[in-house]
C-alpha cells in the first residue's frame, strides 16, 4: 500500500490498562456484581459507563466554553430522532474501539457480543428521524454549538415480528433495563399548559391583554443524551422532553380523597410522551399528536429561553441573534404561534416587534410532497387545546391576507389558496402554510425535491418571499454509515488514501485512480464477500435460509409504501420465477433479494405486500427447479443495528420509487458509499448521485418526473400495460390464484386489485418493463466481474457530496450563520 496517509484517526484518550480498569471499576461499583458473575449485559453496561466518564467530561466543557463564549447555537426541533446504538459510535469517536476491544479481550469477553446487548434507540420512524441523527453526529463533530429538542418516547417504534408471513407489531421498549447514557436533569423541569380559555383584558393605555387560564398543566422532564463528536472534542446534547403529572395540580385532588382521579389525571400526563405514533408520511388528525408536538415544543422554547435570558436579561433584542431553530418537517410548527404567545402575552412586546424575532428564528424543512403527509389540524380542536394558540394564528393569518391582498390586489381565490386556514365543512389549519409564513428560510432536501417544492408545492409563496425558498441536499454521516458499519471497508480505505476521510469525505476521490487496478478490485470485493458472509449468517441465523455468497445480494431496504415501490421489486422477482419455470436454463446469475421494512400499522396494503414477499420468497426457496438462482430473505425488525449489518453486504442498491415522489431518499447514499451500485429511477437524491457517479455507474430506469405527469395528464391507464404485455398480465393473474398461499385463493389479491382496479397510483405497470430490462442489465454487468468491481469502487469513491458535514456546511451558510466554537481544555 502506497498512501501519504494522514494520520488523523482520534488519538485514544484513555490506554487499555485504564479502560479496563474503569470496566472493572463499573461493574463492581456501579452495577455491584464482579467478573465472575457478569452476563453480557452486565459487560455492556460496565463498558458505557466506562466510556460513559469520558463522554461527560467533554460534554461539561463543551457547555463552559459554550457558555463563556455566549455563542449563537442551533436548535434543532424534531419529533423524532433515529439513534439506533450509541456504544460502538461513542467508542469509535473517542479512538477508544480498538482499545476497548482489547481490554474486554483480557477480561475473557468479545466486544461484538457485547455491542448486540445494546437495544436501538428507535424513536423515530424513518428518513426524518434518521436524517436528525445524522445531523446532530455532524453538527458535534464540525463543533457547532448546538442542541437536539425531542420527545422522550417511552416505546420507540413497534418491534415487527413476522408470522405465517405477516406483520405483528409488538412494543419496543428499549429502556426497560436502564439506558445508560441518558441523564435526567430535573432542575430544568418545564411545565406545559393545555386545554382551559383565553380572559380578555384591558391594560395601560387600553392595551388588550391576553390571559390564558389553562385546564390542565404537565410536567416536561428533560432526559439529555450527550453526542459525540468525532475526535471527541465537541460534546453537545439532545434534549428528549418526557410527561409527568405536574405535582401541584394533583396533590389537591388527592388530598380530597380522589385517590383514583389523581391517578386518572397521572396516567394522562404520561400518555404524551408513552408512544410514537408508527406512521411515516401520513396524515395527522389525531388529538394525542398534537399535544405531544406542542408539548415538546413548549418546554422546548421556555428551555432555550430560559437559557438566552440567564446571559441577556430581559433584554429581547439579541434573541435572534443568539438563537436559531430548524423545524424538522411541520411537527413542531406549533412553536412559531407558542414563541409569539411568550413574546406578546408574558413578555408583552408589541405583535410587530414579536414577529420580527420570530420570522428571524424560524427556518423549515420539508421532507414530502404526499400530500397525505402535509399536516392539516382542525381549527376546532387547536381551539380545544390551545385557545390562545388559535387566535394567534388568525391573527398571523390577518395580517398575512393583507400582504397577499397587497401582491394580487382583490384576489380572492389567491387568499383561499394561501391562507393558513382552508375552508370547508370542517376548518383546518395548515401547519405547512404557518411554517412557510413564519420562517425566514425553507428548504427541501434534494435538488429536484427543492425544485418541486418551488414549482409545485409552494409556488405562489416562492414569489412572494424571493429566496426564502432553497435546498439543502441531505446527508449522511460517514462515522456510522462507514467507519463503523464498515471496518473491513474503512481500514483498506485508511491504507490506501490515509485515514482523515471520515472528516473530510472528498478524500474518497482518492480511489477512483484504483478503480481499475485489479489488485485494488480484488481486495474491494474481498471486503465485500466477507460481509456477504456475514449477512448470510444473520439470514440463517433469522430465517433459516442458506444463500450463497457468489450471488449478487441485491437489496431494498426503507419503510414499506406504494411510492417506494417494493411491489415493483416483488413482481420483477415473479416474472423471474415464472421464467425459470418456463425455461430450466433461464440464464441469470443467482441472486439473493433481500429486504428489510416496516409498515404502518394501519396501512393495510403496505402489510399486504409483505405478507406477499413473504409467500413468494416461501415458494421461491423451497422449489428445487428454481436451483437456487433465486433466493428472497425479507430480514424482520428492520432498524438502525439491523440497516449496519445489511448495507456493507450490498452488491445492488433498489431505489425505485415513482419520479417525483421520493423526497431524497438516504439509504441510497448510505448503499452507494458502502460500494453498492444503484438501480433507480431519476427520483430524489437519486439524480444527484447519478451526477456524482456518471451513467456508466448507475442503473437508471423509467419514467421522469416529466414523463408521470403527462402520462396522468393524458389519463394513465394500467389495463393497457396488463393487456399488451403478457409476462405482467401472468404475474398478476398469479396473484389471484393460490399458487403462493395454497388453499388460500385471493390472499395476494389486494396488490393487483391496487394496481388494475384503483388505477396503479404509483405507475407500477407503466415502468415494469424498464425496470425489469433494467434488472437484465444489472445481471449481464455483474457477470463481468472486474467491471462490476469497478463500478462498486467508483461509486464509494464519488460519494463524498453525500456526507451530512456536506449538508450541515450548506444549512450553516444558507441557513443558520453559526461558527464553530473551539472547546477549552
Ligand atoms: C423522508 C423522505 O421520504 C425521504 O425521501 C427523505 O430522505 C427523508 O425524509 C429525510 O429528508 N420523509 C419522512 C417523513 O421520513 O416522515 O415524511
Known amino acids: ?122 424513536l423515530g420512524n424513518g428518513g426524518l428521524g434518521r436524517l436528525a441523527a445524522c445531523f446532530i453526529d455532524s453538527l458535534a463533530t464540525m463543533e457547532l454549538p448546538a442542541i437536539g429538542y425531542g420527545i422522550h418516547y417511552e416505546h420507540g417504534l413497534f418491534r415487527q415480528e413476522i408470522k405465517s408471513g405477516a406483520q405483528i407489531e409488538r412494543p419496543d421498549s428499549w429502556r426497560d433495563y436502564g439506558n445508560p447514557w441518558e441523564i435526567c436533569r430535573p432542575e430544568s423541569i418545564q411545565e406545559v399548559s393545555l386545554y382551559g380559555y383565553v380572559e380578555t383584558k384591558y391594560g395601560e393605555n387600553g392595551r388588550v391583554l391576553k390571559e390564558w387560564h389553562p385546564g390542565s398543566i404537565v410536567k416536561g422532564v428533560p432526559w439529555d443524551i450527550p453526542v459525540v463528536g468525532y475526535e471527541g472534542k465537541t460534546v453537545n446534547v439532545l434534549r428528549l422532553w418526557q410527561s409527568e403529572a405536574s405535582d401541584y395540580f394533583n396533590w389537591d385532588v388527592f388530598n380530597a380523597g380522589g385517590y383514583v382521579d389523581a391517578q386518572r389525571e397521572n396516567v394522562q400526563a404520561e400518555t404524551i410522551s408513552k408512544v410514537l405514533y408508527p406512521n411515516d408520511e401520513t396524515e395527522a388528525g389525531k388529538e394525542l399528536r398534537l399535544i405531544q408536538q406542542y408539548f415538546f415544543c413548549s418546554c422546548s422554547l421556555k428551555d432555550i429561553i430560559r437559557r438566552y435570558k440567564r446571559a441577556h436579561g430581559d433584554d429581547w433584542s439579541r434573541f435572534a441573534d443568539q438563537v436559531v431553530i430548524q423545524l424538522n418537517d411541520t411537527h413542531p410548527a406549533i412553536s412559531i404561534p407558542e414563541l409569539m404567545r411568550i413574546l406578546v402575552d408574558r413578555a408583552e412586546l408589541g405583535w410587530d416587534e414579536a414577529w420580527g424575532i420570530c420570522t428571524k428564528v424560524f427556518a423549515y424543512t420539508n421532507h414530502t410532497l404526499l400530500p397525505e403527509a402535509l399536516e392539516k389540524w382542525p381549527a376546532r380542536m387547536i381551539e380545544k387545546i390551545l385557545p390562545r394558540h388559535l387566535e394567534i394564528i388568525y391573527e398571523i393569518n390577518h395580517r398575512f391576507m393583507a400582504e397577499v391582498d397587497k401582491k394580487w390586489p382583490g384576489d380572492n381565490a389567491m387568499k383561499a389558496k394561501l391562507s393558513i386556514i382552508e375552508e370547508g365543512n370542517e376548518k383546518m389549519v395548515r401547519m405547512g402554510h404557518l411554517s412557510v409564513i413564519g420562517s425566514f428560510a425553507v428548504n427541501g432536501v434534494a435538488e429536484m425535491h427543492s425544485r418541486l417544492v418551488k414549482s409545485s408545492l409552494f409556488p405562489e409563496f416562492d414569489e412572494l418571499y424571493p429566496g426564502k425558498l432553497t435546498n439543502v441536499t441531505n446527508g449522511i454521516t460517514p462515522r456510522r454509515w462507514l467507519k463503523a458499519c464498515n471496518p473491513g471497508l474503512s481500514k483498506l480505505i485508511d491504507k490506501k488514501i490515509g485515514e482523515d476521510w471520515p472528516r473530510d469525505l472528498d478524500k474518497l476521490q482518492g480511489l477512483a485512480k484504483f478503480a481499475s487496478n485489479k489488485t485494488f478490485q480484488k481486495q474491494f470485493m474481498k471486503v465485500k464477500l466477507e460481509n456477504k458472509e456475514l449477512l448470510a449468517e444473520e439470514i440463517r441465523k433469522s430465517l433459516d435460509i442458506e444463500v450463497d455468497v457468489n450471488a449478487i445480494f441485491d437489496v431494498q431496504i426503507k419503510r414499506l409504501h406504494e411510492y417506494k415501490r417494493q411491489h415493483l421489486a416483488l413482481l420483477n422477482i415473479m416474472a423471474l420465477y415464472r421464467r425459470i419455470l418456463e425455461n430450466p436454463d433461464y440464464d441469470m446469475h443467482p441472486r439473493v433479494f433481500v429486504f428489510g421494512a416496516k409498515a404502518a400499522p394501519g396501512y393495510k396494503l403496505a402489510k399486504d405486500i409483505i405478507f406477499a414477499i413473504n409467500k413468494v420468497a416461501d415458494k421461491i426457496n423451497n422449489d428445487p427447479r428454481v436451483n437456487n438462482k433465486i433466493k428472497v430473505a425479507f430480514l424482520p425488525n428492520y432498524r438502525v443495528s439491523l440497516a449496519e449489518k445489511m448495507i456493507p453486504a450490498a452488491d445492488v442498491s433498489e431505489q425505485i420509487s415513482t419520479a417525483g415522489k421520493e423526497a431524497s431518499g438516504t439509504g441510497n447514499m448510505k448503499l452507494a458509499l458502502n460500494g453498492a451500485v444503484t438501480i433507480g429511477t431519476l427520483d430524489g437524491a437519486n439524480v444527484e448521485i447519478a451526477e456524482e457517479v456518471g451513467d456508466d455507474n448507475i442503473f437508471i430506469f423509467g419514467l421522469t418526473v416529466e414523463e408521470v405527469n403527462e402520462l396522468k395528464a393524458n389519463g394513465y391507464n394500467p389495463h393497457d400495460y396488463y393487456y399488451k404485455d403478457p409476462e405482467i398480465k401472468a404475474v398478476l393473474d398469479w396473484l389471484e390464484t393460490d399458487y403462493f398461499t395454497p388453499g388460500k385463493p385471493g390472499a395476494l389479491v389486494s396488490i393487483k386489485q391496487s394496481l388494475l382496479d384503483n388505477g396503479d397510483p404509483y405507475m407500477v405497470l407503466a415502468d415494469f418493463r424498464a425496470y425489469s430490462d433494467a434488472q437484465i442489465a444489472v445481471d449481464a454487468a455483474y457477470r463481468d466481474k472486474e467491471r462490476w468491481a469497478e463500478m462498486a469502487i467508483i461509486n464509494t469513491a464519488k460519494m463524498g457530496k453525500f456526507t451530512s458535514d456536506r449538508s450541515i456546511r450548506d444549512y450553516v451558510e444558507r441557513v443558520w450563520k453559526l461558527s464553530p466554537c473551539k472547546i477549552e481544555s
Open 1 to 122: 500500500m502506497n498512501a501519504k496517509a494522514t494520520k488523523t484517526q482520534p488519538s485514544p484518550v484513555i490506554d487499555k490498562a485504564a479502560f479496563k480498569a474503569a470496566v472493572i471499576k463499573h461493574l463492581h461499583c456501579t452495577l455491584g456484581t464482579d467478573e465472575n458473575k457478569a452476563n453480557n449485559h452486565a459487560w455492556w453496561k460496565a463498558t458505557c459507563a466506562a466510556i460513559q466518564e469520558q463522554v461527560l467530561e467533554g460534554l461539561r466543557k463543551t457547555q463552559k466554553s459554550h457558555y463563556l463564549n455566549d455563542t449563537r447555537a442551533v436548535h434543532y426541533f424534531s419529533a423524532e430522532f433515529l439513534m439506533g446504538r450509541l456504544l460502538s459510535n461513542n467508542l469509535q469517536n473517542f479512538g477508544l474501539f480498538d482499545v476497548a476491544g482489547g481490554a474486554l479481550k483480557e477480561l475473557g469477553v468479545e466486544i461484538s457480543d457485547i455491542l448486540e446487548e445494546e437495544p436501538d434507540m428507535a
